[in-house]
């Protein structure tokens, strides 16, 4: 009875992997290329900017006053009553 004989497969290098990679990486330099290309193209714009002038002094934040006027009509302001002459004269200087 004859043996059988086991025929030797000579190994094979799948290059598919190798060539995604590859051409990932050319991708890849050839965007590069571009964007740098484009940073160059900004830099090269000609563009006036503003000047800074003097600061000027900030003002203050105004007063915030609460007026409060009851059904009998009293008025106060701040929680101080007050005339309607004087409310007239607050407001006024306000």
């Given amino acids: 009875m004859p043996l059988k004989t ?12 190798m060539l995604d990679v590859v051409f990932l990486l050319i991708i890849f ?3 590069g290329t571009q964007v740098s290309e484009l940073r160059e193209e900004e830099q090269r ?20 006053r609460t007026i409060h006027i009851d059904r ?19 407001l006024k200087t306000a």
């Fill in 45 to 64: 714009l000609d563009i006036s900017v503003p000047q800074v002038g003097a600061a000027s002094a900030m003002t203050a934040p105004p007063v915030r």
């Fill in 6 to 17: 086991m025929v030797d497969e000579q190994p094979t290098l799948n290059l598919t992997p």
């Fill in 72 to 90: 009998d009509g009293q008025i106060e302001i701040d929680q101080q009553v007050v005339s309607l002459e004087e409310l007239h004269q607050i």
């Fill in 29 to 31: 330099f050839m965007v």
